[in-house]
């Protein structure tokens, strides 16, 4: 049930890398932190220094401690101990603060970065994925390195010192000892190594079925009342339920391995400290060696074996981040097609609006034998209001998102200006054209901050002006907090007529001299079209306007209309020359107006 993001191809995914070479692209994250990065390590120095003493003291108070002549002698060790805590207490908490803080630091600085790198992603990119398995990775896997930055790189900086200590001091107790320890080691790192990339792999299954079932989430509940009116509740908690039990049987494999690892690692360090301590009782029982330094060899052996432990599950953990940093890196390598040209041109202020399609042809990506767009070529002059009408599927809604530079042409020139937009800085060309789509979005924000987007500068007295020049102000002012009135997500508590009104609002009031409509009424009531086509007019007036429409009785006052089909514009004129030509125009003309006609006979006949 799971799958990479489409618009990766394997040849585009990065190459599997041990975990700590899979994490290293982070490492400039981190880098930015060195003050974070050194109390972290002078925190970590006196921590691990004041335990690797314990051993020392314990021994002490075993060889000299225990007779009647050193009664104030244990108790000074006993005191010592105490300052040792002391010591290893205050240094664990600043070195728990210093790498914490920096773990959730780096997390906030990769989700910033990654959200920008996505927004910057063409089209493309988004047409071939799935918004839930984006905020997937977004969350679950940067949470995911979170921990290794965070309580795991603590863990393992603190358990590394500890085995690198012992392992030093262990040699200095006892040389012999340590060689027999030593012998052990390569035995027990040997499985670590080996099953990492097993622990890995299934920890990236674990986070892509994670992920798979996200995506389904998030899909569903953004429609959740077309759910519950088709009654498909059973089914898709069926489907999810699937998912989520997919993701668990993916996690419970990869926690099943790290298990396996750790009691692995567990068994041969432990064992190997048994077989030491019998060879080391042996020393005692023939005098070569005090009860003492056997104990104290015995300390350092458990805390190397303990660290050695705990390294192993940390580098399970590793595993696992390196996983979530696979398919983070996997975002972060792709580029956008859509970037700004180096240097790029700037269109003339003012700008005069105008238009121009050449030879224009379009194959979306996903479909390459079907041409959205087939040889189209016109102009549109400054303040000319033209129409685009045709059937459904014949491309007017494709010409509008090569306008907008969503996408570039297969062939061909759009300019603006006489500049072509290729050459222009994508911010900047979009900066010049406003659009009101059919089914306009509406943010889970207030009502003034859905007017302002994208204008965050624009005063409450602008917005108030353009939304009464939509027709919206009337309903905002009743709302219980007028302007302040947050609208829910996607506007879920407005009315489908009140959505369109805020978004010819939000065009009002960002001043472009390119105006896009795609049957920007046909939300709303009779009384309000008038109201709001009579603002729009005024609108359009004072620029160049390309307006979709799906109901001819709005294109009666443009200037030109084209007809488009089968994405090659087939017709050209005003409604009169073009009905008189009885072409495809004239026949969608008759289909509407005469089914308007019976449906209006009906209704009256049905008064009466």
């Known amino acids: 049930?799971?799958?990479?993001?489409?618009?990766?191809?394997?040849?585009?995914?990065?190459?599997?890398?041990?975990?700590?070479?899979?994490?290293?692209?982070?490492?400039?994250?981190?880098?930015?932190?060195?003050?974070?990065?050194?109390?972290?390590?002078?925190?970590?120095?006196?921590?691990?220094?004041?335990?690797?003493?314990v051993p020392f003291a314990i021994r002490r108070m075993i060889d000299f401690g225990f007779s009647a002549q050193s009664d104030r002698l244990i108790n000074t060790y006993f005191f010592a101990l105490i300052a040792v805590v002391g010591v290893l207490a205050l240094s664990s908490a600043f070195r728990y603060f210093f790498v914490m803080s920096l773990g959730e630091q780096v997390v906030a600085d990769l989700r910033t970065d990654v959200f920008a790198h996505l927004t910057k992603l063409d089209a493309t990119f988004f047409d071939s994925v799935r918004t839930g398995e984006l905020v997937s990775r977004l969350t679950a896997d940067t949470t995911q390195m979170k921990s290794a930055f965070g309580s795991s790189a603590s863990v393992a900086l603190r358990n590394f010192f500890l085995f690198i200590g012992a392992i030093g001091l262990m040699i200095y107790s006892s040389p012999k000892l340590s060689a027999l320890v030593l012998v052990a080691i390569p035995i027990i790192v040997l499985p670590l190594v080996a099953s990492g990339r097993a622990v890995r792999k299934r920890s990236r299954a674990a986070q892509d079925a994670l992920a798979d079932a996200t995506a389904y989430a998030t899909e569903n509940l953004g429609a959740v009342r077309v759910m519950q009116s088709f009654g498909a509740q059973a089914d898709t908690n069926k489907r999810f339920a699937g998912a989520v039990d997919y993701a668990f049987q993916a996690a419970r494999s990869a926690i099943g391995a790290r298990a396996i690892l750790t009691g692995v690692i567990l068994f041969l360090a432990f064992s190997s400290v048994v077989a030491v301590l019998w060879l080391g009782s042996q020393d005692v029982l023939a005098g070569r060696?005090?009860?003492?330094?056997?104990?104290?060899?015995?300390?350092?052996?458990?805390?190397?074996?303990?660290?050695?432990g705990q390294l192993s599950e940390v580098g399970s953990e590793l595993a696992a981040a390196a996983g979530a940093a696979e398919r983070i890196a996997e975002i972060l390598k792709i580029e956008p097609a859509i970037v700004a040209p180096v240097p790029a041109a700037l269109l003339p202020v003012p700008s005069m609006g105008t238009i121009t399609f050449q030879d224009v042809s379009f194959f979306y990506p996903s479909r390459q034998k079907d041409a959205a767009l087939r040889g189209l070529s016109f102009e549109v002059a400054r303040g000319e209001t033209v129409a685009?009408?045709?059937?459904?599927?014949?491309?007017?809604?494709?010409?509008?998102?090569?306008?907008?530079?969503?996408?570039?042409?297969?062939?061909?020139?759009?300019?603006?200006?006489?500049?072509?937009?290729?050459?222009?800085?994508?911010?900047?060309?979009?900066?010049?054209?406003?659009?009101?789509?059919?089914?306009?979005?509406?943010?889970?924000?207030?009502?003034?901050?859905?007017?302002?987007?994208?204008?965050?500068?624009?005063?409450?007295?602008?917005?108030?002006?353009?939304?009464?020049?939509?027709?919206?102000?009337?309903?905002?002012?009743?709302?219980?907090?007028?302007?302040?009135?947050?609208?829910?997500?996607?506007?879920?508590?407005?009315?489908?007529?009140?959505?369109?009104?805020?978004?010819?609002?939000?065009?009002?009031?960002?001043?472009?001299?390119?105006?896009?409509?795609?049957?920007?009424?046909?939300a709303l009531d009779a009384e309000n079209e008038i109201q709001v086509q009579s603002a729009l007019e005024k609108l359009m007036a004072e620029r160049t306007t390309l307006v979709i429409a799906h109901r001819l009785a709005t294109v009666l006052k443009a200037h030109r209309i084209l007809v488009i089909d089968n994405g090659r514009i087939v017709e050209e004129g005003t409604h009169q020359t073009l009905v008189a030509k009885d072409g495809l125009y004239a026949k969608l003309a008759r289909l509407q107006f005469e089914t308007g006609a019976i449906a209006l006979q009906d209704g009256r006949t049905a008064a009466a």
């Open 1 to 53: 049930m799971t799958e990479d993001i489409p618009a990766l191809t394997e040849s585009e995914k990065p190459a599997r890398k041990p975990p700590l070479r899979a994490l290293a692209p982070l490492l400039p994250y981190v880098l930015r932190y060195k003050s974070r990065i050194v109390g972290a390590f002078i925190s970590l120095t006196f921590a691990s220094a004041a335990t690797l003493v």
């Open 388 to 522: 685009i009408v045709g059937p459904s599927g014949a491309g007017k809604s494709t010409l509008f998102r090569l306008l907008l530079r969503f996408y570039d042409p297969t062939s061909g020139r759009i300019l603006i200006d006489g500049t072509d937009i290729k050459t222009v800085d994508p911010a900047d060309l979009r900066r010049h054209i406003r659009s009101v789509p059919q089914d306009p979005v509406i943010f889970g924000i207030s009502i003034l901050d859905n007017i302002r987007y994208g204008m965050p500068e624009a005063s409450e007295a602008a917005v108030r002006d353009a939304a009464e020049r939509a027709a919206a102000d009337q309903f905002i002012r009743a709302l219980p907090e007028g302007y302040a009135t947050q609208v829910g997500e996607r506007g879920i508590t407005l009315s489908g007529g009140q959505r369109q009104r805020l978004a010819i609002a939000r065009a009002i009031l960002q001043h472009a001299p390119i105006l896009l409509l795609d049957e920007a009424t046909s």
């Open 289 to 308: 060696m005090t009860g003492g330094l056997l104990s104290q060899f015995v300390l350092y052996a458990i805390l190397g074996a303990s660290s050695l």
